[in-house]
Protein backbone atom coordinates (compact mmCIF):
# COMPACT_ATOMS: atom_id res chain seq x y z
CA UNK A 1 0.00 0.00 0.00
CA UNK A 2 1.08 3.74 -0.60
CA UNK A 3 0.20 6.91 0.90
CA UNK A 4 -0.95 8.88 -2.02
CA UNK A 5 -2.42 12.20 -0.50
CA UNK A 6 -1.31 13.94 2.39
CA UNK A 7 -2.09 17.79 3.54
CA UNK A 8 1.13 19.34 5.78
CA UNK A 9 -1.10 20.63 8.52
CA UNK A 10 -1.49 17.25 11.09
CA UNK A 11 -5.24 18.04 12.33
CA UNK A 12 -7.85 18.15 9.07
CA UNK A 13 -10.93 19.07 11.03
CA UNK A 14 -9.05 22.38 12.54
CA UNK A 15 -7.90 23.87 9.17
CA UNK A 16 -11.63 23.52 7.64
CA UNK A 17 -12.65 25.23 11.00
CA UNK A 18 -10.21 27.63 10.67
CA UNK A 19 -10.61 28.44 6.97
CA UNK A 20 -13.95 29.09 7.22
CA UNK A 21 -13.53 31.15 9.88
CA UNK A 22 -10.60 32.98 7.93
CA UNK A 23 -13.33 33.48 5.07
CA UNK A 24 -15.55 35.23 7.26
CA UNK A 25 -13.24 37.78 8.09
CA UNK A 26 -14.35 41.19 6.62
CA UNK A 27 -11.15 41.06 4.74
CA UNK A 28 -12.50 37.93 2.42
CA UNK A 29 -15.32 41.16 0.98
CA UNK A 30 -15.16 43.34 -1.91
CA UNK A 31 -16.86 46.59 -2.05
CA UNK A 32 -17.45 47.81 -5.56
CA UNK A 33 -18.03 51.92 -4.72
CA UNK A 34 -15.45 53.84 -2.96
CA UNK A 35 -17.93 56.49 -2.44
CA UNK A 36 -18.40 55.06 1.01
CA UNK A 37 -15.51 53.57 2.08
CA UNK A 38 -14.49 50.22 4.80
CA UNK A 39 -13.49 51.14 8.18
CA UNK A 40 -9.91 52.48 8.06
CA UNK A 41 -7.91 49.70 9.17
CA UNK A 42 -9.35 47.66 6.35
CA UNK A 43 -10.23 50.10 3.24
CA UNK A 44 -6.87 50.27 1.60
CA UNK A 45 -6.51 46.32 1.41
CA UNK A 46 -9.86 46.15 -0.20
CA UNK A 47 -9.19 49.29 -3.16
CA UNK A 48 -5.65 49.68 -4.01
CA UNK A 49 -4.41 48.14 -7.24
CA UNK A 50 -1.05 47.29 -5.96
CA UNK A 51 0.04 43.78 -5.48
CA UNK A 52 -0.61 41.97 -2.14
CA UNK A 53 2.60 41.98 -0.14
CA UNK A 54 5.49 40.37 -1.90
CA UNK A 55 6.38 36.61 -1.97
CA UNK A 56 9.26 35.45 -0.46
CA UNK A 57 11.09 32.43 -1.89
CA UNK A 58 12.77 30.05 0.91
CA UNK A 59 13.93 26.83 -0.57
CA UNK A 60 11.73 26.72 -3.77
CA UNK A 61 8.15 27.21 -1.43
CA UNK A 62 6.34 30.35 -1.81
CA UNK A 63 6.00 32.12 1.31
CA UNK A 64 3.88 35.30 2.38
CA UNK A 65 0.20 36.46 1.80
CA UNK A 66 -1.89 35.90 -1.61
CA UNK A 67 -0.55 38.59 -4.03
CA UNK A 68 -2.96 40.22 -6.43
CA UNK A 69 -3.39 38.67 -9.94
CA UNK A 70 -2.92 40.32 -12.96
CA UNK A 71 -6.25 41.96 -13.45
CA UNK A 72 -7.74 46.16 -14.18
CA UNK A 73 -6.26 48.50 -11.92
CA UNK A 74 -10.48 49.20 -11.90
CA UNK A 75 -11.05 46.33 -9.77
CA UNK A 76 -11.21 45.87 -6.30
CA UNK A 77 -9.33 42.98 -5.23
CA UNK A 78 -9.30 41.05 -2.10
CA UNK A 79 -8.00 37.18 -0.77
CA UNK A 80 -6.73 34.73 1.45
CA UNK A 81 -4.59 31.75 1.77
CA UNK A 82 -6.24 29.65 4.15
CA UNK A 83 -6.53 28.34 7.25
CA UNK A 84 -2.89 30.01 7.71
CA UNK A 85 -2.99 33.18 6.06
CA UNK A 86 0.67 32.12 4.26
CA UNK A 87 -0.09 30.51 0.63
CA UNK A 88 3.54 28.16 1.89
CA UNK A 89 0.95 26.25 5.11
CA UNK A 90 -2.48 26.92 3.71
CA UNK A 91 -4.37 24.38 1.17
CA UNK A 92 -6.72 26.61 -0.19
CA UNK A 93 -7.00 30.27 -1.93
CA UNK A 94 -10.27 32.29 -2.32
CA UNK A 95 -10.39 35.38 -4.00
CA UNK A 96 -13.07 37.93 -4.37
CA UNK A 97 -13.19 40.70 -7.21
CA UNK A 98 -15.28 43.19 -8.88
CA UNK A 99 -15.42 46.78 -10.27
CA UNK A 100 -14.56 49.66 -8.28
CA UNK A 101 -17.22 51.62 -8.93
CA UNK A 102 -20.69 50.95 -11.61
CA UNK A 103 -23.57 53.01 -12.48
CA UNK A 104 -27.22 52.55 -10.45
CA UNK A 105 -29.17 49.56 -11.77
CA UNK A 106 -26.34 48.90 -14.57
CA UNK A 107 -25.99 45.14 -14.60
CA UNK A 108 -21.82 44.22 -13.45
CA UNK A 109 -19.92 40.91 -12.51
CA UNK A 110 -17.75 39.98 -9.74
CA UNK A 111 -15.78 36.53 -9.50
CA UNK A 112 -15.03 34.15 -6.70
CA UNK A 113 -12.06 32.28 -7.24
CA UNK A 114 -11.56 28.95 -5.66
CA UNK A 115 -7.83 26.95 -5.84
CA UNK A 116 -6.61 24.22 -4.31
CA UNK A 117 -2.79 25.06 -3.52
CA UNK A 118 -1.64 21.83 -1.73
CA UNK A 119 0.92 19.99 -3.67
CA UNK A 120 -0.65 16.55 -2.71
CA UNK A 121 -3.80 16.86 -0.90
CA UNK A 122 -7.47 16.48 -2.20
CA UNK A 123 -9.71 18.46 -1.24
CA UNK A 124 -13.55 16.74 -0.94
CA UNK A 125 -17.17 18.29 -0.01
CA UNK A 126 -15.60 22.10 -1.56
CA UNK A 127 -18.75 24.56 -0.83
CA UNK A 128 -18.53 28.34 -1.98
CA UNK A 129 -20.55 30.92 0.49
CA UNK A 130 -21.80 34.08 -0.97
CA UNK A 131 -23.50 36.60 1.14
CA UNK A 132 -24.76 39.21 -1.03
CA UNK A 133 -25.23 43.08 0.29
CA UNK A 134 -28.74 42.87 2.65
CA UNK A 135 -30.13 46.00 0.60
CA UNK A 136 -29.60 48.31 -2.80
CA UNK A 137 -28.42 45.19 -4.67
CA UNK A 138 -30.63 43.17 -7.25
CA UNK A 139 -29.07 39.74 -8.19
CA UNK A 140 -29.39 38.70 -12.00
CA UNK A 141 -27.71 35.03 -12.02
CA UNK A 142 -24.69 33.07 -11.12
CA UNK A 143 -22.20 30.96 -13.43
CA UNK A 144 -22.03 28.12 -12.53
CA UNK A 145 -25.97 28.47 -11.21
CA UNK A 146 -25.99 28.52 -7.10
CA UNK A 147 -28.36 27.46 -4.51
CA UNK A 148 -29.65 30.54 -3.25
CA UNK A 149 -31.62 30.98 0.38
CA UNK A 150 -32.13 34.48 0.61
CA UNK A 151 -29.01 36.67 0.30
CA UNK A 152 -27.03 33.67 0.50
CA UNK A 153 -25.42 31.78 -2.24
CA UNK A 154 -24.36 28.22 -2.22
CA UNK A 155 -21.93 26.48 -4.41
CA UNK A 156 -21.17 22.75 -3.77
CA UNK A 157 -18.36 22.15 -5.96
CA UNK A 158 -17.34 18.63 -4.48
CA UNK A 159 -13.90 17.73 -5.70
CA UNK A 160 -10.43 19.69 -5.96
CA UNK A 161 -6.99 17.71 -7.21
CA UNK A 162 -3.74 19.34 -6.28
CA UNK A 163 -3.57 22.89 -7.98
CA UNK A 164 -7.26 22.84 -9.70
CA UNK A 165 -9.10 26.20 -9.32
CA UNK A 166 -12.71 27.04 -10.04
CA UNK A 167 -14.32 30.40 -10.75
CA UNK A 168 -17.84 31.67 -9.72
CA UNK A 169 -19.35 34.40 -11.52
CA UNK A 170 -22.44 36.58 -10.14
CA UNK A 171 -24.01 39.36 -11.59
CA UNK A 172 -26.04 41.87 -10.14
CA UNK A 173 -27.33 45.26 -9.74
CA UNK A 174 -26.77 48.14 -7.46
CA UNK A 175 -30.53 49.66 -7.08
CA UNK A 176 -29.52 52.22 -5.15
CA UNK A 177 -26.58 54.80 -4.51
CA UNK A 178 -23.94 53.77 -1.75
CA UNK A 179 -21.54 50.66 -1.34
CA UNK A 180 -22.26 47.34 -1.93
CA UNK A 181 -20.59 44.41 0.51
CA UNK A 182 -20.84 40.96 -0.07
CA UNK A 183 -18.32 38.55 1.43
CA UNK A 184 -17.48 34.78 0.13
CA UNK A 185 -15.80 32.22 2.08
CA UNK A 186 -15.14 28.17 1.74
CA UNK A 187 -15.38 25.30 3.36
CA UNK A 188 -13.95 21.95 2.28
CA UNK A 189 -13.31 17.97 3.40
CA UNK A 190 -9.58 17.22 3.32
CA UNK A 191 -8.37 13.63 2.39
CA UNK A 192 -5.89 10.89 3.17
CA UNK A 193 -5.73 8.19 0.54
CA UNK A 194 -3.86 5.31 0.76
CA UNK A 195 -3.92 2.96 -3.15
CA UNK A 196 -3.79 -0.91 -3.14
CA UNK A 197 -3.33 -2.52 -6.50
CA UNK A 198 -5.17 -5.62 -7.70
CA UNK A 199 -3.28 -7.14 -10.38
CA UNK A 200 -4.34 -10.41 -13.06
CA UNK A 201 -2.33 -11.69 -16.14
CA UNK A 202 -4.27 -12.50 -19.09
CA UNK A 203 -3.23 -13.60 -22.72
CA UNK A 204 -4.21 -12.50 -25.85
CA UNK A 205 -2.83 -14.40 -29.31
CA UNK A 206 -3.16 -12.80 -32.92
CA UNK A 207 -1.78 -14.47 -36.22
CA UNK A 208 -1.18 -12.71 -39.03
CA UNK A 209 -0.74 -14.74 -42.54
CA UNK A 210 -1.38 -13.24 -46.22
CA UNK A 211 -4.92 -13.68 -47.92
CA UNK A 212 -3.50 -15.38 -50.79
CA UNK A 213 -0.54 -16.71 -52.00
CA UNK A 214 0.98 -17.88 -55.32
CA UNK A 215 2.10 -21.79 -55.31
CA UNK A 216 5.52 -20.16 -55.82
CA UNK A 217 5.50 -17.74 -52.93
CA UNK A 218 7.34 -18.23 -49.19
CA UNK A 219 4.10 -17.68 -46.78
CA UNK A 220 5.11 -14.93 -43.74
CA UNK A 221 3.52 -15.95 -40.85
CA UNK A 222 3.46 -13.72 -37.91
CA UNK A 223 2.22 -13.98 -34.47
CA UNK A 224 1.45 -11.12 -31.64
CA UNK A 225 1.41 -12.77 -28.31
CA UNK A 226 0.50 -9.74 -25.80
CA UNK A 227 -0.63 -9.79 -21.81
CA UNK A 228 -3.62 -7.18 -21.82
CA UNK A 229 -3.69 -7.83 -18.10
CA UNK A 230 -1.80 -5.51 -14.93
CA UNK A 231 0.12 -8.86 -13.56
CA UNK A 232 2.75 -11.00 -15.11
CA UNK A 233 2.07 -14.05 -17.14
CA UNK A 234 4.67 -16.84 -16.54
CA UNK A 235 6.55 -19.42 -18.73
CA UNK A 236 4.27 -18.14 -22.61
CA UNK A 237 4.29 -20.85 -25.03
CA UNK A 238 3.41 -20.46 -28.65
CA UNK A 239 2.84 -23.48 -30.77
CA UNK A 240 1.58 -23.60 -34.02
CA UNK A 241 0.50 -27.25 -35.80
CA UNK A 242 1.16 -26.27 -39.54
CA UNK A 243 -1.71 -26.80 -42.63
CA UNK A 244 -0.90 -30.25 -44.52
CA UNK A 245 1.56 -29.96 -46.93
CA UNK A 246 2.95 -26.50 -45.37
CA UNK A 247 6.34 -26.61 -43.67
CA UNK A 248 8.83 -24.52 -42.32
CA UNK A 249 12.35 -25.41 -42.53
CA UNK A 250 11.80 -28.88 -43.02
CA UNK A 251 9.40 -29.07 -40.13
CA UNK A 252 5.35 -29.24 -39.81
CA UNK A 253 4.92 -27.95 -36.13
CA UNK A 254 6.70 -24.52 -34.73
CA UNK A 255 7.49 -23.50 -31.03
CA UNK A 256 8.25 -20.00 -29.82
CA UNK A 257 9.20 -20.43 -25.88
CA UNK A 258 8.33 -16.47 -25.26
CA UNK A 259 9.39 -16.81 -21.30
CA UNK A 260 7.78 -13.90 -18.97
CA UNK A 261 5.62 -11.38 -20.17
CA UNK A 262 4.86 -8.11 -18.25
CA UNK A 263 1.36 -6.51 -17.77
CA UNK A 264 0.50 -4.76 -20.95
CA UNK A 265 3.77 -6.21 -22.68
CA UNK A 266 3.68 -7.68 -26.25
CA UNK A 267 5.84 -10.06 -28.18
CA UNK A 268 6.28 -10.47 -31.93
CA UNK A 269 7.06 -13.67 -33.63
CA UNK A 270 7.86 -14.13 -37.06
CA UNK A 271 8.66 -17.16 -39.12
CA UNK A 272 8.03 -18.10 -42.84
CA UNK A 273 6.41 -21.26 -44.85
CA UNK A 274 6.00 -23.24 -47.74
CA UNK A 275 3.29 -25.09 -49.39
CA UNK A 276 3.79 -27.78 -51.31
CA UNK A 277 -0.03 -28.30 -52.50
CA UNK A 278 -2.74 -25.70 -53.56
CA UNK A 279 -6.37 -25.31 -52.08
CA UNK A 280 -7.58 -23.32 -49.04
CA UNK A 281 -5.88 -23.51 -45.93
CA UNK A 282 -6.47 -22.58 -41.98
CA UNK A 283 -3.33 -22.10 -39.41
CA UNK A 284 -4.46 -22.31 -36.44
CA UNK A 285 -1.71 -21.47 -33.02
CA UNK A 286 -2.26 -21.32 -29.51
CA UNK A 287 -0.65 -19.34 -26.67
CA UNK A 288 -0.19 -20.91 -23.30
CA UNK A 289 1.29 -19.63 -19.50
CA UNK A 290 1.31 -21.18 -16.05
CA UNK A 291 -1.69 -20.58 -14.33
CA UNK A 292 -3.84 -22.14 -17.20
CA UNK A 293 -4.39 -18.91 -19.49
CA UNK A 294 -4.72 -20.15 -22.99
CA UNK A 295 -5.30 -17.85 -26.08
CA UNK A 296 -5.91 -19.47 -29.76
CA UNK A 297 -5.76 -17.35 -32.95
CA UNK A 298 -6.40 -18.42 -36.68
CA UNK A 299 -5.69 -16.81 -39.87
CA UNK A 300 -6.90 -18.31 -43.62
CA UNK A 301 -4.64 -18.79 -46.56
CA UNK A 302 -5.60 -19.78 -50.19
CA UNK A 303 -2.69 -20.93 -52.08
CA UNK A 304 -3.53 -20.75 -55.66
CA UNK A 305 -1.60 -21.14 -59.46
CA UNK A 306 -1.98 -18.06 -61.99
CA UNK A 307 -3.04 -18.58 -65.53
CA UNK A 308 -2.62 -16.19 -68.44
CA UNK A 309 -4.57 -15.52 -71.54
CA UNK A 310 -3.61 -13.80 -74.40
CA UNK A 311 -5.07 -12.75 -77.88
CA UNK A 312 -3.47 -10.65 -80.41
CA UNK A 313 -5.18 -9.05 -83.77
CA UNK A 314 -4.53 -6.93 -86.54
CA UNK A 315 -6.19 -3.87 -87.93
CA UNK A 316 -6.50 -5.55 -90.97
CA UNK A 317 -5.04 -8.97 -93.17
CA UNK A 318 -3.80 -6.54 -95.90
CA UNK A 319 -2.63 -3.11 -95.92
CA UNK A 320 -1.31 -0.35 -98.45
CA UNK A 321 2.14 0.33 -98.90
CA UNK A 322 2.95 2.95 -95.79
CA UNK A 323 -0.37 2.82 -94.20
CA UNK A 324 -0.15 1.89 -90.40
CA UNK A 325 -1.35 -1.59 -89.28
CA UNK A 326 -2.33 -1.31 -85.42
CA UNK A 327 -1.68 -4.60 -83.91
CA UNK A 328 -3.97 -4.81 -80.40
CA UNK A 329 -2.53 -7.11 -77.65
CA UNK A 330 -4.89 -8.38 -74.70
CA UNK A 331 -3.93 -10.41 -71.91
CA UNK A 332 -5.99 -11.55 -69.41
CA UNK A 333 -5.10 -13.59 -66.18
CA UNK A 334 -7.55 -16.37 -66.39
CA UNK A 335 -6.40 -18.01 -63.06
CA UNK A 336 -7.97 -17.90 -59.38
CA UNK A 337 -5.20 -15.91 -58.01
CA UNK A 338 -3.87 -12.48 -58.61
CA UNK A 339 -0.63 -12.88 -61.42
CA UNK A 340 2.12 -10.96 -60.46
CA UNK A 341 4.98 -9.14 -62.75
CA UNK A 342 3.15 -9.78 -65.60
CA UNK A 343 5.47 -8.94 -68.66
CA UNK A 344 4.60 -8.46 -72.60
CA UNK A 345 7.19 -9.11 -75.15
CA UNK A 346 6.31 -8.41 -78.82
CA UNK A 347 8.72 -9.62 -81.83
CA UNK A 348 8.10 -8.15 -84.77
CA UNK A 349 9.65 -9.04 -88.22
CA UNK A 350 8.89 -7.12 -91.80
CA UNK A 351 8.07 -3.81 -90.07
CA UNK A 352 10.27 -1.12 -91.83
CA UNK A 353 8.68 1.19 -89.29
CA UNK A 354 7.34 0.89 -86.23
CA UNK A 355 4.76 3.98 -85.85
CA UNK A 356 3.75 3.96 -81.66
CA UNK A 357 3.53 2.02 -79.18
CA UNK A 358 0.76 2.53 -76.14
CA UNK A 359 1.23 2.14 -72.05
CA UNK A 360 4.65 2.88 -71.88
CA UNK A 361 6.07 0.44 -73.64
CA UNK A 362 9.90 0.43 -74.74
CA UNK A 363 11.46 -0.93 -77.62
CA UNK A 364 14.60 -2.49 -78.39
CA UNK A 365 15.24 -2.88 -82.22
CA UNK A 366 11.92 -5.26 -83.39
CA UNK A 367 10.78 -6.01 -80.05
CA UNK A 368 8.66 -4.36 -77.47
CA UNK A 369 8.47 -4.82 -73.59
CA UNK A 370 5.50 -3.85 -71.66
CA UNK A 371 5.60 -4.31 -67.65
CA UNK A 372 1.99 -4.77 -66.87
CA UNK A 373 2.51 -5.38 -63.06
CA UNK A 374 -0.05 -7.49 -61.33
CA UNK A 375 -3.09 -8.13 -62.93
CA UNK A 376 -5.83 -9.42 -60.49
CA UNK A 377 -8.08 -12.17 -61.04
CA UNK A 378 -10.27 -12.03 -64.35
CA UNK A 379 -8.60 -8.51 -64.74
CA UNK A 380 -6.90 -7.72 -68.59
CA UNK A 381 -4.45 -5.33 -69.76
CA UNK A 382 -4.94 -4.10 -73.67
CA UNK A 383 -2.39 -2.50 -75.45
CA UNK A 384 -1.21 -1.95 -78.93
CA UNK A 385 1.68 -0.95 -81.50
CA UNK A 386 1.35 0.30 -85.11
CA UNK A 387 3.91 -0.52 -87.44
CA UNK A 388 4.47 0.26 -91.40
CA UNK A 389 6.44 -0.85 -94.69
CA UNK A 390 7.03 0.77 -97.78
CA UNK A 391 7.43 -1.93 -99.91
CA UNK A 392 5.61 -4.93 -100.50
CA UNK A 393 5.68 -7.88 -97.84
CA UNK A 394 4.26 -8.89 -94.88
CA UNK A 395 4.76 -8.14 -90.88
CA UNK A 396 4.51 -11.35 -88.47
CA UNK A 397 3.88 -10.34 -84.97
CA UNK A 398 4.21 -12.98 -81.87
CA UNK A 399 3.35 -11.82 -78.37
CA UNK A 400 4.42 -13.73 -75.49
CA UNK A 401 3.18 -13.21 -71.94
CA UNK A 402 5.00 -14.69 -68.64
CA UNK A 403 4.20 -13.72 -64.76
CA UNK A 404 5.57 -15.02 -61.50
CA UNK A 405 4.83 -18.36 -61.07
CA UNK A 406 2.55 -18.57 -64.03
CA UNK A 407 3.50 -20.27 -67.67
CA UNK A 408 3.76 -18.72 -70.65
CA UNK A 409 1.41 -17.80 -73.30
CA UNK A 410 1.86 -16.53 -76.61
CA UNK A 411 -0.09 -15.34 -79.78
CA UNK A 412 0.64 -14.24 -83.51
CA UNK A 413 -0.99 -11.93 -86.19
CA UNK A 414 -0.13 -11.18 -89.82
CA UNK A 415 -0.67 -8.08 -92.25
CA UNK A 416 0.40 -8.80 -96.03
CA UNK A 417 1.38 -5.01 -97.60
CA UNK A 418 0.67 -4.84 -101.28
CA UNK A 419 1.11 -0.88 -103.42
CA UNK A 420 -1.78 0.71 -105.19
CA UNK A 421 -1.00 1.86 -108.51
CA UNK A 422 -1.86 6.07 -109.24
CA UNK A 423 -1.24 7.93 -112.90
CA UNK A 424 -1.16 11.43 -113.09
CA UNK A 425 -2.01 13.00 -116.32
CA UNK A 426 -0.73 16.23 -117.77
CA UNK A 427 -0.96 18.18 -120.74
CA UNK A 428 1.12 21.30 -121.81
CA UNK A 429 1.03 23.13 -125.33
CA UNK A 430 3.47 25.20 -126.70
CA UNK A 431 3.91 27.61 -128.50
CA UNK A 432 0.19 29.08 -126.95
CA UNK A 433 -1.57 31.52 -129.20
CA UNK A 434 0.02 29.99 -132.79
CA UNK A 435 -0.02 31.86 -136.48
CA UNK A 436 -2.47 29.66 -138.70
CA UNK A 437 -0.12 28.03 -140.91
CA UNK A 438 2.23 27.76 -138.13
CA UNK A 439 2.83 24.41 -135.49
CA UNK A 440 2.21 23.89 -132.07
CA UNK A 441 3.25 20.87 -130.28
CA UNK A 442 1.42 19.51 -127.01
CA UNK A 443 3.37 17.15 -124.47
CA UNK A 444 1.29 14.27 -122.82
CA UNK A 445 3.03 13.29 -119.52
CA UNK A 446 2.06 10.26 -117.56
CA UNK A 447 3.17 9.93 -113.88
CA UNK A 448 2.82 6.46 -111.84
CA UNK A 449 2.32 8.05 -108.55
CA UNK A 450 1.54 5.17 -105.92
CA UNK A 451 3.03 2.30 -104.69
CA UNK A 452 2.81 -0.10 -107.23
CA UNK A 453 3.13 -0.80 -110.77
CA UNK A 454 0.21 -0.18 -113.23
CA UNK A 455 -0.22 -1.73 -116.93
CA UNK A 456 -1.60 -1.21 -120.29
CA UNK A 457 -1.12 2.38 -120.35
CA UNK A 458 -2.81 3.94 -123.38
CA UNK A 459 -2.71 7.40 -125.00
CA UNK A 460 -5.82 8.15 -127.40
CA UNK A 461 -5.98 11.89 -128.54
CA UNK A 462 -8.46 13.94 -130.59
CA UNK A 463 -8.23 17.09 -132.90
CA UNK A 464 -10.91 19.15 -134.06
CA UNK A 465 -10.80 20.65 -137.19
CA UNK A 466 -9.24 23.74 -136.86
CA UNK A 467 -5.68 21.74 -136.27
CA UNK A 468 -3.70 19.42 -138.73
CA UNK A 469 -2.03 16.66 -138.01
CA UNK A 470 1.63 16.79 -138.32
CA UNK A 471 3.61 13.75 -136.37
CA UNK A 472 3.55 11.72 -133.38
CA UNK A 473 5.99 10.51 -130.82
CA UNK A 474 6.91 9.19 -127.43
CA UNK A 475 7.14 5.98 -125.23
CA UNK A 476 5.37 4.23 -127.72
CA UNK A 477 4.47 4.09 -131.22
CA UNK A 478 1.98 6.82 -132.74
CA UNK A 479 -0.86 5.66 -135.37
CA UNK A 480 -3.58 8.10 -136.83
CA UNK A 481 -7.03 7.45 -137.96
CA UNK A 482 -9.46 10.24 -139.15
CA UNK A 483 -9.43 12.72 -136.60
CA UNK A 484 -8.07 10.97 -133.77
CA UNK A 485 -4.27 9.73 -132.83
CA UNK A 486 -3.52 6.62 -130.84
CA UNK A 487 -0.33 5.23 -129.31
CA UNK A 488 0.45 1.97 -128.40
CA UNK A 489 -0.24 0.83 -124.99
CA UNK A 490 2.67 0.77 -122.71
CA UNK A 491 3.37 -2.31 -121.01
CA UNK A 492 3.92 -1.36 -117.43
CA UNK A 493 4.44 1.66 -115.28
CA UNK A 494 6.21 1.51 -112.57
CA UNK A 495 6.07 3.37 -109.14
CA UNK A 496 6.71 6.73 -109.58
CA UNK A 497 8.18 6.25 -113.41
CA UNK A 498 7.00 8.45 -115.70
CA UNK A 499 6.16 8.17 -120.01
CA UNK A 500 5.82 10.76 -122.21
CA UNK A 501 4.08 11.72 -125.47
CA UNK A 502 4.28 14.50 -127.78
CA UNK A 503 1.43 15.62 -130.95
CA UNK A 504 3.15 18.11 -133.35
CA UNK A 505 -0.04 20.32 -135.23
CA UNK A 506 -0.77 22.89 -137.94
CA UNK A 507 -2.82 25.77 -137.48
CA UNK A 508 -5.38 25.66 -140.49
CA UNK A 509 -7.94 28.39 -139.32
CA UNK A 510 -8.59 30.87 -136.78
CA UNK A 511 -10.24 29.38 -133.75
CA UNK A 512 -10.46 28.62 -130.03
CA UNK A 513 -9.21 24.57 -130.71
CA UNK A 514 -9.79 21.94 -127.95
CA UNK A 515 -6.88 19.13 -127.84
CA UNK A 516 -8.31 15.86 -125.81
CA UNK A 517 -6.17 13.04 -124.23
CA UNK A 518 -7.86 9.80 -122.82
CA UNK A 519 -5.60 8.18 -120.75
CA UNK A 520 -6.75 3.89 -120.05
CA UNK A 521 -4.84 1.65 -117.65
CA UNK A 522 -5.45 -1.79 -116.85
CA UNK A 523 -5.81 -0.49 -112.95
CA UNK A 524 -7.85 2.61 -113.19
CA UNK A 525 -10.90 0.86 -114.53
CA UNK A 526 -11.97 4.35 -116.49
CA UNK A 527 -10.32 6.87 -118.40
CA UNK A 528 -8.59 10.07 -117.37
CA UNK A 529 -9.24 12.48 -119.44
CA UNK A 530 -7.51 15.89 -119.88
CA UNK A 531 -8.04 18.85 -122.87
CA UNK A 532 -5.64 21.71 -123.78
CA UNK A 533 -7.41 25.31 -125.54
CA UNK A 534 -5.08 26.51 -128.13
CA UNK A 535 -5.53 30.16 -129.77
CA UNK A 536 -5.57 30.15 -133.59
CA UNK A 537 -4.96 33.64 -134.89
CA UNK A 538 -4.59 35.14 -138.22
Not at 253 to 258: E, I, P, R, S, T
Not at 280 to 292: L, Q
Not at 455 to 461: E, L, R
Given at each position: ?????A???????????????????????????????E??????A???????Q??????????????R?????????????L????????????????????????????????????????????V?T??L???????????????????????????????????????G????????????????????????????????????????????????????????????????????????G????????????????????????????????????????????????????????????????????????????????????????????????????????????????????????????????????????????????????????????T???????????????????????????S????????????????????T??????????????????????????????????????????????????????????????R??V?????????????????????
Amino acid sequence: MRLTHAVRSGDFRRLALLATAAALLPGACKSPDQRAPEPAERAPAARTAEPAQSAARDGGHRHGSLARPDISADWNWNGQALPTGDVATSVVTIENMGPASVNANAEYDYKIRVKNIAPTAHLADVVVTDHLPASGYAFASATPPAERSGEILTWKLGHLAPGEAREIVIRGRGTTTGSLRECASVAWTPLVCVTTDVVSAALELQKFAPAEVVHCDEIPLRFVVRNPGTGEARNVKVTDQLPDGWTVNGSAALAFDVGTLKGGETRELKAVARASKVGEFVNRATASADGGLKADASAPTTVSKPKLAITKTASSDMEILTRETVFTITVKNAGDCPAKEVVLTDAMTGAERILSVSDGGTISGSAITWKLGNLAVGASRTVTVAATRSTAGSIDDTATATAYCADPVSASASTLYRGVPAVLLELVDSPDPVLVGSTTTYTITVTNQGTAPDSDIAITCYLEDAVEFVSGAGSTPTTKTGATVTFAPLATLAPKAVARWTVTVRGAKAADSRFKVELNTKETGRPVVQSEATRIYE
